[in-house]
C-alpha cells in the first residue's frame, strides 16, 4: 500500500481529480459504473469519517451498457489480498518503535499468512475459460485463517495502545487499522460458510486470494436500488427475445418497465448467419482454416476460453497463410485491436472480445465463432447455479445466449457493412439449444 503523504501522485491521482470535479457538477455527471459502485459501497463510511462521498446526489442515474453493472458490482465487493501486502504492511510495522506484545504479535501472523498462501496455492485447481481457481474449503484452511483473523484482531487492539503511547505517527496508523479491518472483514465474510465466495488468482509474479459475498443483487436491491429515483438501463443485450428477467434478477430488480426498438441495420442484405456440426475438434479446425482462405483473412474468431484458443493456434502453427493471425494476450489489448484495424487482412483471434470491439469496415467480415459460449465452472457460476432451481435455464442459458449475441455483434457495426457469422455446435448442443440459440439471432442459421 502506497501512502498518500508520499504518493508521487498526491492531489493528482484520478480518484483526486475526478471527485474535485464531479463536486462542482450541477446538472449531469458522467462516470464508470466502477466509479459509482466505488461511490456506493463508500459512501456511509467516507460519512462517519467526515468525508464527502465520491460523488453528490443524483436525481436519475443512467447506465449505459447495462449488462455489465452486474461485473462492477462484484468488483467494488470484492476483498482482494495480495500475498506480499500483508506482510509488506506489518513490516513497515515492525519498523515502528512499538512494544514487544505487538511484535510478537507480527510474527505469529506473518508464519501464519504465510503458511496459509502456501496451503492455498498447493489445493487451487484450475478452471479452463476463468483465471478463478477453485480453492476447496478444507479444515485445513479454515483452521488457519480462523487463527490469522484471532491474531489480526488482537493486534487491532494492539494498535489502540501503541497510538495513545504516540510511539507511531497518527496517519501511519490509520494505513494499518484500515488495511487490518479490510483483511480482518474478508476473513468473517470467508468463514461464514455459505455466506461468501473465494477463488485464488496467480500470475508469474503475483497470488491473490479473492473473497466476494455470494448474493451481490440482494446488496444492489438494498444499497443500489431501493433509493426512490429513477435508474434507466439501456444496451443492445439487455434482453433476451424481448424477455429482460435474467438481467433484472441478476441486479436484484424486482419491479421495472421495458421496452424494446428494432435494429437499425439491415440484417438481411448485410450479413450471412451459418452454422456447422462439428464432428471432431481437429474438423473443426479445418472448417475454420477454410473459411478464413475464403474470406482472405479479414476475420475475427472468437473462443470460450483461451485454452480453445491455444488449441487452435497449436494446429493453425503448423499451417501456412497468407494473411497476418494476431492472438490477443500476445501484446497490449490496444496494440491488438490497431493492428487488426490497419491491416484489412489480418485475422484476430480473441476469448474476451465478444463485446466492446468496434471495427467498422473492411477489416471484419467474418465472424467465426468456435463454441457455444457456455459460463465456465468456475467458483462465481457454481455458486449461481447451487443457489438456482433450474441451473441450465436460470444460469447456463442466458448468460451464453447473451455472450453469444454480444460476438454477432461485432460484425455489423454500420449501414455500410457487410459479411458473415458462422457458430460451431455439436450435434448434442444443436438437439437442445438450437430453438433457443435461434430465438435470438437476427437471422435464421443455414446449416451445412
Not at 14 to 41: K, P, V
Not at 90 to 100: F, I, N, P, S
Not at 220 to 232: A, D, G, H, T, Y
Request: charged share 25%; with cysteine; glycine share 4%.
Amino acid at each position: 500500500m502506497q501512502q498518500c503523504s508520499t504518493c508521487d501522485w498526491r492531489h493528482r491521482c484520478g480518484q483526486t481529480l475526478n471527485r474535485e470535479y464531479y463536486r462542482h457538477a450541477s446538472d449531469l455527471i458522467i462516470c464508470s459504473h466502477d466509479f459509482y459502485m466505488e461511490h456506493i459501497w463508500t459512501k456511509e463510511s467516507r460519512k462517519r469519517e467526515g468525508q464527502l462521498p465520491l460523488l453528490p446526489e443524483a436525481s436519475t442515474v443512467v447506465f449505459d451498457e447495462g449488462h455489465l453493472l452486474e461485473f462492477s458490482a462484484q468488483k467494488g465487493l470484492t476483498y482482494r489480498f495480495h500475498s506480499e501486502t500483508l506482510s509488506s504492511i506489518l513490516t513497515g510495522y515492525m519498523d515502528q518503535d512499538v512494544r514487544e506484545e505487538s511484535l510478537t504479535l507480527v510474527e505469529e501472523i506473518l508464519e501464519l499468512h504465510d503458511n496459509w498462501f502456501a496451503h492455498l496455492s498447493d489445493s487451487a485447481i484450475a478452471v479452463e475459460g476463468s483465471v478463478r481457481k477453485d480453492v476447496p474449503r478444507t479444515e485445513a484452511m479454515i483452521e488457519i485463517a480462523k487463527a490469522i483473523a484471532e491474531k489480526v484482531d488482537a493486534l487491532l487492539e494492539q494498535l489502540v495502545f501503541d497510538s495513545e503511547l504516540y510511539v507511531m505517527e497518527d496517519y501511519h496508523v490509520k494505513i494499518m487499522e484500515e488495511y487490518l479491518e479490510f483483511f480482518a472483514y474478508g476473513l468473517r465474510t470467508l468463514l461464514q460458510d455459505g455466506e461468501g465466495i473465494h477463488w485464488l488468482e496467480e500470475t508469474e509474479t503475483q497470488t491473490s486470494l479473492v473473497i466476494m459475498p455470494r448474493l451481490v443483487e440482494d446488496i444492489l436491491r438494498k444499497e443500489v436500488f431501493s433509493q426512490k429515483i429513477p435508474f434507466v438501463f439501456s444496451s443492445a443485450t439487455l434482453s433476451q427475445a424481448g424477455d429482460f428477467s435474467y438481467t433484472a434478477s441478476s441486479l436484484g430488480i424486482q419491479k421495472y418497465a421495458s421496452f424494446s426498438v428494432n435494429s437499425p441495420f439491415d440484417y438481411e442484405s448485410q450479413m450471412k448467419m451459418n452454422g456447422s456440426v462439428a464432428q471432431s475438434e481437429k474438423d473443426k479446425w479445418e472448417e475454420m482454416g477454410r473459411a478464413l482462405n475464403q474470406n482472405k483473412g479479414h476475420s475475427l474468431l472468437l473462443f470460450s476460453s483461451l485454452e480453445e484458443m491455444n488449441r487452435f493456434r497449436k494446429w493453425a502453427d503448423q499451417e501456412s497463410w497468407n494473411f497476418t493471425i494476431i492472438y490477443e494476450g500476445d501484446r497490449e489489448i490496444s496494440e491488438t485491436v490497431k493492428a487488426f484495424q490497419q491491416e484489412p487482412t489480418t485475422v484476430l483471434c480473441s476469448y474476451h472480445l465478444w463485446e466492446g470491439l468496434d471495427v467498422p469496415g473492411e477489416s471484419l467480415t467474418q465472424v467465426l465463432i468456435s463454441s457455444l459460449p457456455f459460463p465456465p465452472n468456475d467458483p462465481v457460476f457454481q455458486a449461481k447455479r447451487s443457489h438456482s432451481e433450474n441451473p441450465v435455464n436460470e444460469v447456463d442459458l442466458p448468460y451464453m445466449l447473451l455472450r453469444l449475441r454480444q460476438g454477432i455483434g461485432r460484425l455489423i457495426r454500420s449501414s455500410a457493412d457487410h459479411g458473415s457469422v458462422r457458430i460451431w455446435m455439436t450435434e448434442e448442443q444443436v438437439t437442445t439449444y438450437e430453438k433457443q440459440v435461434q430465438e435470438v439471432l437476427p437471422l435464421p442459421i443455414n446449416w451445412n
